[in-house]
Protein backbone atom coordinates (compact mmCIF):
# COMPACT_ATOMS: atom_id res chain seq x y z
CA UNK A 1 0.00 0.00 0.00
CA UNK A 2 1.74 3.33 -1.06
CA UNK A 3 0.90 6.05 1.78
CA UNK A 4 1.05 9.91 1.03
CA UNK A 5 2.51 11.35 4.43
CA UNK A 6 1.99 15.52 4.65
CA UNK A 7 2.99 18.12 6.51
CA UNK A 8 1.46 21.29 5.02
CA UNK A 9 2.34 24.71 6.48
CA UNK A 10 1.78 28.05 6.20
CA UNK A 11 3.93 28.67 3.18
CA UNK A 12 4.99 24.95 2.44
CA UNK A 13 4.48 21.34 1.85
CA UNK A 14 6.54 18.95 3.34
CA UNK A 15 5.62 14.90 1.59
CA UNK A 16 7.17 11.70 1.90
CA UNK A 17 5.84 8.84 -0.05
CA UNK A 18 5.98 5.12 2.12
CA UNK A 19 5.21 1.33 1.05
CA UNK A 20 3.81 -0.10 3.73
CA UNK A 21 4.11 -2.07 5.63
CA UNK A 22 7.58 -2.76 4.25
CA UNK A 23 7.91 0.88 5.00
CA UNK A 24 10.20 1.61 2.71
CA UNK A 25 10.65 5.06 1.58
CA UNK A 26 9.57 5.67 -2.28
CA UNK A 27 10.15 9.05 -2.56
CA UNK A 28 10.20 12.75 -0.90
CA UNK A 29 10.48 16.64 -1.64
CA UNK A 30 9.00 19.90 -0.90
CA UNK A 31 7.32 22.79 -2.08
CA UNK A 32 8.20 25.87 -0.68
CA UNK A 33 6.81 29.58 -0.90
CA UNK A 34 3.34 28.94 -1.45
CA UNK A 35 1.31 32.08 -1.41
CA UNK A 36 3.97 34.59 -1.48
CA UNK A 37 4.87 37.37 -4.24
CA UNK A 38 6.27 36.00 -7.16
CA UNK A 39 5.46 32.00 -6.77
CA UNK A 40 4.08 30.21 -8.80
CA UNK A 41 1.60 28.54 -6.56
CA UNK A 42 -1.11 30.48 -5.01
CA UNK A 43 -2.33 28.30 -2.31
CA UNK A 44 -1.95 24.59 -1.01
CA UNK A 45 -4.03 23.20 -4.09
CA UNK A 46 -1.47 23.85 -6.51
CA UNK A 47 1.23 23.30 -4.91
CA UNK A 48 -0.26 19.44 -3.96
CA UNK A 49 -1.22 19.14 -7.55
CA UNK A 50 2.02 18.94 -8.79
CA UNK A 51 3.29 16.82 -6.26
CA UNK A 52 1.06 14.29 -6.98
CA UNK A 53 1.00 14.81 -10.88
CA UNK A 54 4.38 13.54 -9.92
CA UNK A 55 3.44 10.28 -7.71
CA UNK A 56 0.59 9.23 -9.56
CA UNK A 57 -0.72 6.48 -7.60
CA UNK A 58 -1.34 6.67 -3.80
CA UNK A 59 -3.33 4.52 -1.66
CA UNK A 60 -4.16 6.70 0.96
CA UNK A 61 -2.78 10.15 2.95
CA UNK A 62 -1.91 10.79 6.32
CA UNK A 63 -1.64 14.43 7.57
CA UNK A 64 0.63 15.69 10.46
CA UNK A 65 -1.75 18.05 12.22
CA UNK A 66 -0.51 19.87 15.16
CA UNK A 67 -3.48 20.75 16.95
CA UNK A 68 -6.57 18.10 18.02
CA UNK A 69 -7.23 19.69 21.45
CA UNK A 70 -9.27 17.46 24.22
CA UNK A 71 -11.20 16.34 21.04
CA UNK A 72 -8.00 13.46 19.99
CA UNK A 73 -5.87 11.60 21.45
CA UNK A 74 -5.48 9.34 18.55
CA UNK A 75 -5.42 9.35 14.75
CA UNK A 76 -8.80 10.12 13.26
CA UNK A 77 -9.98 9.21 9.18
CA UNK A 78 -10.91 12.26 8.06
CA UNK A 79 -14.66 12.42 7.95
CA UNK A 80 -17.20 16.16 8.24
CA UNK A 81 -16.51 15.81 11.96
CA UNK A 82 -12.97 15.78 12.30
CA UNK A 83 -12.97 19.14 9.39
CA UNK A 84 -14.85 20.47 12.41
CA UNK A 85 -12.86 19.95 15.17
CA UNK A 86 -9.97 20.78 13.38
CA UNK A 87 -11.27 24.02 11.94
CA UNK A 88 -12.49 24.62 15.97
CA UNK A 89 -8.40 24.23 16.78
CA UNK A 90 -7.80 27.17 14.39
CA UNK A 91 -8.42 29.38 17.09
CA UNK A 92 -5.85 27.67 19.47
CA UNK A 93 -3.55 27.23 17.04
CA UNK A 94 -3.83 30.08 14.31
CA UNK A 95 -0.38 29.39 13.19
CA UNK A 96 -0.75 25.54 11.85
CA UNK A 97 -4.12 24.34 11.76
CA UNK A 98 -5.28 26.22 9.22
CA UNK A 99 -2.40 25.46 7.43
CA UNK A 100 -3.14 21.99 8.11
CA UNK A 101 -6.81 21.81 7.16
CA UNK A 102 -5.59 24.05 3.53
CA UNK A 103 -3.65 20.34 2.97
CA UNK A 104 -6.61 18.21 3.66
CA UNK A 105 -9.47 19.67 1.43
CA UNK A 106 -6.72 20.25 -1.03
CA UNK A 107 -6.29 15.99 -0.72
CA UNK A 108 -9.74 15.44 -1.31
CA UNK A 109 -10.39 17.60 -3.97
CA UNK A 110 -7.17 16.09 -5.52
CA UNK A 111 -7.78 12.87 -4.73
CA UNK A 112 -11.82 12.09 -4.65
CA UNK A 113 -12.28 9.25 -2.68
CA UNK A 114 -9.20 8.54 -1.51
CA UNK A 115 -8.77 7.39 2.60
CA UNK A 116 -7.28 10.08 4.21
CA UNK A 117 -6.08 10.32 8.11
CA UNK A 118 -4.81 13.27 10.83
CA UNK A 119 -2.18 12.40 13.13
CA UNK A 120 -1.88 15.48 16.33
CA UNK A 121 1.25 16.34 17.42
CA UNK A 122 -1.19 16.93 20.38
CA UNK A 123 -2.67 13.41 20.68
CA UNK A 124 0.21 11.39 22.46
CA UNK A 125 0.49 14.28 25.64
CA UNK A 126 -3.47 13.64 25.93
CA UNK A 127 -2.52 10.72 29.01
CA UNK A 128 -0.98 13.76 31.01
CA UNK A 129 -2.69 13.72 34.49
CA UNK A 130 -4.44 17.16 34.84
CA UNK A 131 -1.72 18.06 37.87
CA UNK A 132 0.15 18.53 35.08
CA UNK A 133 -1.86 19.96 32.49
CA UNK A 134 -3.94 22.48 34.77
CA UNK A 135 -2.15 26.18 34.77
CA UNK A 136 -2.47 28.31 38.31
CA UNK A 137 -4.89 30.34 36.54
CA UNK A 138 -8.55 30.89 37.51
CA UNK A 139 -10.26 27.14 36.77
CA UNK A 140 -12.98 29.19 34.38
CA UNK A 141 -10.42 29.43 31.12
CA UNK A 142 -9.90 25.93 30.97
CA UNK A 143 -13.94 24.99 30.99
CA UNK A 144 -14.40 28.54 28.69
CA UNK A 145 -11.22 28.81 26.67
CA UNK A 146 -10.13 25.31 27.26
CA UNK A 147 -6.87 26.50 28.18
CA UNK A 148 -4.19 24.39 29.80
CA UNK A 149 -0.96 22.55 28.50
CA UNK A 150 -1.29 20.54 25.67
CA UNK A 151 2.40 19.94 24.49
CA UNK A 152 3.50 19.16 21.14
CA UNK A 153 6.04 17.07 19.05
CA UNK A 154 3.81 13.92 20.45
CA UNK A 155 4.61 12.16 16.99
CA UNK A 156 8.52 12.49 17.90
CA UNK A 157 8.33 11.35 20.97
CA UNK A 158 6.05 8.45 20.69
CA UNK A 159 8.42 7.36 17.88
CA UNK A 160 11.61 7.58 19.69
CA UNK A 161 10.28 5.82 22.31
CA UNK A 162 9.30 2.86 20.45
CA UNK A 163 12.33 3.31 18.67
CA UNK A 164 14.04 2.77 22.64
CA UNK A 165 11.92 -0.09 23.43
CA UNK A 166 12.70 -1.84 19.96
CA UNK A 167 16.44 -1.29 20.61
CA UNK A 168 16.63 -2.06 24.40
CA UNK A 169 14.71 -5.00 23.83
CA UNK A 170 11.91 -4.01 26.45
CA UNK A 171 8.25 -3.73 26.10
CA UNK A 172 6.79 0.26 26.48
CA UNK A 173 4.90 -0.76 29.61
CA UNK A 174 8.36 -1.85 31.42
CA UNK A 175 10.26 1.40 30.59
CA UNK A 176 10.55 4.91 32.10
CA UNK A 177 11.94 7.29 29.72
CA UNK A 178 12.58 11.16 29.15
CA UNK A 179 13.12 12.13 25.54
CA UNK A 180 14.60 15.45 24.25
CA UNK A 181 13.34 16.51 20.67
CA UNK A 182 16.25 19.64 20.20
CA UNK A 183 15.77 21.16 17.13
CA UNK A 184 14.53 24.45 16.25
CA UNK A 185 11.72 24.07 18.60
CA UNK A 186 12.46 21.75 21.30
CA UNK A 187 10.53 19.84 23.59
CA UNK A 188 10.90 17.08 26.87
CA UNK A 189 8.55 14.82 27.84
CA UNK A 190 8.51 12.50 30.69
CA UNK A 191 7.16 8.73 29.52
CA UNK A 192 5.85 6.15 32.23
CA UNK A 193 4.99 2.79 30.54
CA UNK A 194 4.50 4.54 27.34
CA UNK A 195 2.54 7.24 28.08
CA UNK A 196 3.15 10.79 27.83
CA UNK A 197 2.86 12.03 31.59
CA UNK A 198 4.49 15.58 31.17
CA UNK A 199 5.68 17.37 28.77
CA UNK A 200 7.51 20.98 28.50
CA UNK A 201 5.78 22.76 25.60
CA UNK A 202 2.00 24.11 26.92
CA UNK A 203 -0.74 25.70 25.28
CA UNK A 204 1.59 26.71 22.70
CA UNK A 205 5.04 25.66 21.64
CA UNK A 206 6.01 28.67 23.32
CA UNK A 207 6.28 27.23 26.74
CA UNK A 208 9.11 25.13 28.30
CA UNK A 209 13.21 24.88 26.92
CA UNK A 210 15.26 27.73 25.02
CA UNK A 211 14.64 27.35 21.48
CA UNK A 212 16.03 28.43 18.37
CA UNK A 213 14.05 31.66 18.16
CA UNK A 214 11.56 31.07 20.98
CA UNK A 215 11.73 31.87 24.63
CA UNK A 216 10.44 29.32 26.56
CA UNK A 217 9.59 29.43 30.34
CA UNK A 218 9.28 33.61 31.52
CA UNK A 219 8.07 35.11 34.48
CA UNK A 220 4.54 36.12 32.53
CA UNK A 221 4.36 39.51 34.41
CA UNK A 222 7.59 40.29 32.14
CA UNK A 223 5.29 40.44 28.99
CA UNK A 224 2.94 43.42 30.17
CA UNK A 225 5.76 44.77 31.53
CA UNK A 226 7.88 45.09 28.26
CA UNK A 227 4.74 45.91 26.66
CA UNK A 228 4.51 48.99 28.66
CA UNK A 229 7.94 49.70 28.82
CA UNK A 230 8.58 49.57 24.76
CA UNK A 231 5.21 50.39 23.50
CA UNK A 232 4.29 47.24 22.13
CA UNK A 233 0.95 46.00 21.11
CA UNK A 234 0.25 42.23 21.35
CA UNK A 235 0.61 41.17 17.93
CA UNK A 236 4.40 42.78 18.31
CA UNK A 237 5.30 41.40 21.64
CA UNK A 238 3.74 37.77 20.56
CA UNK A 239 6.40 38.45 17.15
CA UNK A 240 9.47 38.62 19.91
CA UNK A 241 9.06 35.95 21.78
CA UNK A 242 8.41 33.50 18.95
CA UNK A 243 10.74 34.73 16.43
CA UNK A 244 13.38 37.24 18.04
CA UNK A 245 14.25 35.05 21.62
CA UNK A 246 15.74 32.49 22.25
CA UNK A 247 19.04 31.12 21.05
CA UNK A 248 19.06 34.07 18.43
CA UNK A 249 17.90 36.22 21.22
CA UNK A 250 20.30 35.73 23.35
CA UNK A 251 23.14 35.62 21.38
CA UNK A 252 22.28 38.06 18.92
CA UNK A 253 24.36 36.04 16.66
CA UNK A 254 22.15 33.22 15.07
CA UNK A 255 18.97 30.64 15.96
CA UNK A 256 21.81 27.76 14.72
CA UNK A 257 23.37 25.93 17.10
CA UNK A 258 25.84 25.09 15.03
CA UNK A 259 27.51 28.61 14.29
CA UNK A 260 26.78 29.68 18.01
CA UNK A 261 29.34 26.45 19.08
CA UNK A 262 31.48 27.72 16.35
CA UNK A 263 31.62 31.41 17.91
CA UNK A 264 31.56 29.91 21.37
CA UNK A 265 35.25 28.27 20.49
CA UNK A 266 36.45 31.32 18.82
CA UNK A 267 35.66 33.42 22.38
CA UNK A 268 32.00 34.72 21.26
CA UNK A 269 31.24 35.23 25.42
CA UNK A 270 27.28 35.61 23.67
CA UNK A 271 27.20 32.67 22.11
CA UNK A 272 28.46 30.81 25.18
CA UNK A 273 26.11 32.17 27.06
CA UNK A 274 23.21 31.43 24.54
CA UNK A 275 24.52 27.76 24.51
CA UNK A 276 25.16 27.75 28.44
CA UNK A 277 21.37 28.55 28.81
CA UNK A 278 20.42 25.97 26.94
CA UNK A 279 21.92 23.11 27.88
CA UNK A 280 20.84 24.39 31.59
CA UNK A 281 17.42 24.49 30.86
CA UNK A 282 17.70 20.86 29.81
CA UNK A 283 19.22 20.03 32.74
CA UNK A 284 16.71 21.60 34.79
CA UNK A 285 13.70 19.92 32.90
CA UNK A 286 15.36 16.26 33.09
CA UNK A 287 16.09 17.20 36.74
CA UNK A 288 12.69 17.75 37.24
CA UNK A 289 10.91 14.73 35.04
CA UNK A 290 13.57 12.41 36.95
CA UNK A 291 11.32 13.12 40.12
CA UNK A 292 8.13 12.97 38.11
CA UNK A 293 8.59 9.41 37.02
CA UNK A 294 10.56 8.05 39.98
CA UNK A 295 13.59 6.44 38.21
CA UNK A 296 14.96 6.26 34.34
CA UNK A 297 15.75 3.79 32.08
CA UNK A 298 16.87 5.49 29.21
CA UNK A 299 17.35 9.36 28.34
CA UNK A 300 16.58 9.78 24.38
CA UNK A 301 17.96 13.25 22.23
CA UNK A 302 16.62 13.57 18.95
CA UNK A 303 15.96 16.37 15.89
CA UNK A 304 19.07 18.67 14.79
CA UNK A 305 20.75 19.34 18.06
CA UNK A 306 20.27 16.44 19.93
CA UNK A 307 20.96 13.57 17.09
CA UNK A 308 23.83 15.74 15.46
CA UNK A 309 25.97 18.05 18.49
CA UNK A 310 27.92 15.73 20.56
CA UNK A 311 29.09 18.37 22.86
CA UNK A 312 25.55 19.91 23.29
CA UNK A 313 24.78 16.48 24.46
CA UNK A 314 27.83 16.14 27.07
CA UNK A 315 27.34 19.22 28.37
CA UNK A 316 23.58 18.46 29.05
CA UNK A 317 24.79 14.73 30.50
CA UNK A 318 27.99 16.07 32.61
CA UNK A 319 27.66 14.47 36.34
CA UNK A 320 23.59 14.46 35.45
CA UNK A 321 23.04 11.20 37.12
CA UNK A 322 25.98 10.99 39.40
CA UNK A 323 23.48 10.72 42.61
CA UNK A 324 21.59 7.83 40.93
CA UNK A 325 22.73 4.07 41.98
CA UNK A 326 21.05 2.03 38.40
CA UNK A 327 22.78 4.65 35.63
CA UNK A 328 19.87 5.57 32.93
CA UNK A 329 20.97 4.30 29.18
CA UNK A 330 21.53 7.46 27.09
CA UNK A 331 20.43 7.38 24.07
CA UNK A 332 20.35 9.01 20.35
CA UNK A 333 17.62 8.16 18.21
CA UNK A 334 17.09 9.57 14.83
CA UNK A 335 13.33 10.98 14.97
CA UNK A 336 10.77 9.98 12.22
CA UNK A 337 7.73 11.40 12.15
CA UNK A 338 6.45 10.84 8.67
CA UNK A 339 7.37 6.67 9.36
CA UNK A 340 5.33 7.27 12.61
CA UNK A 341 2.38 9.28 10.33
CA UNK A 342 2.51 6.84 7.88
CA UNK A 343 2.54 3.48 10.36
CA UNK A 344 -0.23 4.90 12.21
CA UNK A 345 -2.44 5.80 8.74
CA UNK A 346 -1.47 2.32 7.48
CA UNK A 347 -3.01 0.61 10.85
CA UNK A 348 -6.15 2.83 10.60
CA UNK A 349 -7.19 2.01 7.28
CA UNK A 350 -6.50 -1.37 7.76
CA UNK A 351 -8.27 -1.57 10.24
P1 LIG B 1 13.28 21.94 13.05
O1 LIG B 1 12.88 20.65 12.36
O2 LIG B 1 12.65 22.15 14.40
O3 LIG B 1 13.25 23.14 12.18
P2 LIG B 1 15.91 20.65 13.22
O4 LIG B 1 15.51 19.39 13.91
O5 LIG B 1 16.33 20.57 11.80
O6 LIG B 1 14.85 21.80 13.43
O7 LIG B 1 17.14 21.27 14.08
C1 LIG B 1 17.73 22.48 13.77
C2 LIG B 1 18.82 22.75 14.81
O8 LIG B 1 19.74 21.65 14.84
C3 LIG B 1 19.65 23.99 14.51
O9 LIG B 1 20.00 24.65 15.72
C4 LIG B 1 20.89 23.42 13.86
O10 LIG B 1 22.02 24.22 14.07
C5 LIG B 1 21.07 22.10 14.61
N1 LIG B 1 21.82 21.12 13.81
C6 LIG B 1 23.01 20.59 14.12
N2 LIG B 1 23.43 19.70 13.23
C7 LIG B 1 22.48 19.64 12.29
C8 LIG B 1 22.33 18.90 11.07
N3 LIG B 1 23.25 18.03 10.65
N4 LIG B 1 21.20 19.09 10.36
C9 LIG B 1 20.24 19.94 10.78
N5 LIG B 1 20.33 20.67 11.92
C10 LIG B 1 21.43 20.53 12.66
Keep these: ?43 HYSGLKIILEEIKLVDAVGHRVVHGAEDFNKPALVNSRVIKVIKKCCAIAPLHNPANLSGILATAKLLPGVKQVVVFDTAFHQTIPERAFIYGLPYDYYQKLRVRKYGFHGTSHEYVAAEASRILKKPLNKLKLITCHLGNGCSIT ?15 PLEGLVMGTRCGDVDPALITHIMRKKNLDTKQMDSILNKESGLKGISGISNDMRLLEEKANLGSKRA ?28 IFTAGIGENQPAVRESICQGLFSCLRK ?5 VIPTNEELMIARQTYKLIKR
Design 1 to 43: MKILVINSGSSSIKYKLFDMPSECLISKGAIEHIGEDGSKFNN
Design 190 to 204: AIDQGKSVDTSMGFT
Design 272 to 299: KLAVDIFVYRVRKYIGAYLTVLGGLDAL
Design 327 to 331: KPRIM
